[in-house]
Each structure stands twice: as C-alpha cells, then as structure tokens.
C-alpha cells in the first residue's frame, strides 16, 4: 500500500525527529503529545533542527518551508487513527504503550499500519494490544533520527510481508536504511550497544577506571567516536536501566544484570544531558565528571 499520512505519537526528542524527517520526505504529518507544553514546542524545535541542516547546506529554505507546513499538532490521540501509518515514539514503559494502543485501536482505518519505535520492548506483545497483529511493527530509530542513517525494522510474530515489504518502501524514501531484526529483547544495536555501556558502568563502579579514563580508552583505543560513559548520558541514563531491565528478565542470563551504581544515579536522578547531571555533571556549559 501507499503510505501517504503519518501519525506520531510523542512530541519528545524522538517523536520530533521522526516528525521532521517524514515530513521532509513528503509526508503529511500529525504529531500528537499529552503535554501540551511539548507539543506547543515541538514545532519550533523541529524548526531549529531543520535550520541546521539549511546552513549546511542539505535542505534548502523553500524545502524547510514545505517541510514545517506538512506538520500538524494534535492534542486528541484518537484523530490520528485514519492516518496510513502511525509511529509509537512514547516513554519507554510497556503499560503505557499497551495503553496507547488499546486506546487508538477503534479509531484505526482498516489499512492503518501501527509502529513502535521501542529500543527494546517485545512487539509480539505490543501487537496484542492492538486489532491488527498483521499490521504492526518495530520501527526503531536512532537517536538524533536527522542524523543517524539506520532504522530498526522488527517483525512480530504475526507481521505479514506485506506490511514488512511496504516499511522497507518507507525507510527508502526518507532516506534511511533499514536492518532486519528479529524480535528478541533489545533487538540488535541495543543487544549489543547498552551491555557494553553497562560493563562500561562496573568498569567504573569497581574501580578500574574513572569516568575521564574509561571514555578516553574507548575513543582513542577503540576508535569509538563517544565515550560509553559520555554516550550514556546523551541517551538517557533512566533508558539504559530500562533497556538492561528488558535484557535481564527476558534473556534470565546474569551477565545482562544491570550494574548498581547504574541504578543509584537513576535513583538520584541523575539521567545525563536532560538532567543536566549524570555521569558527567553539565550544569556550567563544561562537562565534568562525577566520578
């Protein structure tokens, strides 16, 4: 099928990006939030993100002016249901998604395709919740989803080919590349990317290293491009014990256990950037570590 509209469902960092990125591809976009303080922003953070990408010079202005008229907030969850797809992008907590989802089933158009784009969550489950098992799919961007080139595509266990072959046709056209995942916990990049951030954590917790060495060993050693102690902090530190959490009790293997100082600081709530404390402390411009 053709997919013409896009509902998003979550005007945070992620919701705003997959906004931006559909409707720079020629998408008509409805953004829906519960926040009405996130959603009266949304526009104008998509609209900064866009002026970036216009000073570099790849979109030009009459594209950014085209782009931001396709984006269209919407308070009432339930008017995105005639939408041809809709893409999940809430709080990572699967009651809350079932939630969402058992709440817009009614509303749906009979063709409507329902995307998640949880990092780690299992979709079987989440098709569940829905009307239309066969219709639903991980669609899990990277974060800044501008910016990163990968899109997560993740079958259930009833997803047919067809919805699978028409989500390939999507993250073509918005110019992204999509790898095939299976739907076990945390799906590929998250498998193997936040276990290594969690060993990154009782690397530090045990004494091994401090914050400023371990991130140093791994730029300069692994030629990773961010610290995992520094990355941990842009991805959220409350996401990484999440995304731990799903790994632990859905593989029952104690090597995914997430690392206790990793839970203090979430406790503490010290989550990274968005708190401007984590493990790096960000409240005077310059980072500095905690630890």
């Known amino acids: 099928m053709e997919i013409k509209s896009v509902g998003v469902i979550g005007a945070g960092q992620m919701g705003n990006g997959i906004a931006h990125v559909f409707a720079l591809a020629g998408y008509d976009v409805l953004l829906n939030d519960v926040s009405e303080s996130a959603l009266a922003a949304a526009p104008e953070v998509i609209r900064g993100n866009i002026d970036r ?63 998640s784009n949880t990092s780690s969550i299992s979709i079987t489950r989440l098709a569940a919740a829905s009307d239309r098992p066969e219709r639903f799919m991980g669609f899990h961007f990277m974060n800044p989803v501008p910016v990163m080139q990968l899109v997560e595509l993740i079958r259930g266990i009833a997803t047919d080919e067809a919805t699978y072959q028409t989500m390939v046709g999507v993250v073509a056209k918005i110019g992204k590349t999509a790898s095939a995942s299976e739907d076990f916990p945390a799906f590929i990049v998250n498998r193997i990317l936040i276990p290594m951030i969690n060993e990154a954590v009782y690397t530090l917790y045990e004494g091994v290293g401090t914050v400023s060495s371990i991130d140093m060993a791994l ?15 842009f991805i959220g530190l409350d996401t990484c014990l999440a995304i731990m959490n799903v790994l632990h009790e859905g593989l029952a293997d104690t090597k995914y256990r997430p690392c206790p100082l990793l839970v203090k600081y979430v406790e503490a709530g010290w989550l990274g950037r968005k708190t401007n404390r984590g493990f790096y402390d960000y409240r005077s411009g310059e980072p500095v570590p905690t630890r």
């Open 219 to 233: 730029r300069l050693g692994a030629n990773h491009p961010m610290g995992p102690l520094q990355l941990a902090d």
């Open 53 to 115: 990408q216009v000073s570099r010079g790849k979109v030009s202005a009459g594209e950014r002016d085209a782009a931001l008229a396709r984006i269209v907030t919407e308070r009432e969850l339930t008017r995105l249901g005639p939408c041809d797809l809709i893409v999940e992008a809430a709080t990572e907590r699967e009651a809350l998604k079932h939630q969402i989802f058992a709440a817009l089933t009614p509303h749906l158009a009979p063709h409507t395709i329902l995307t």
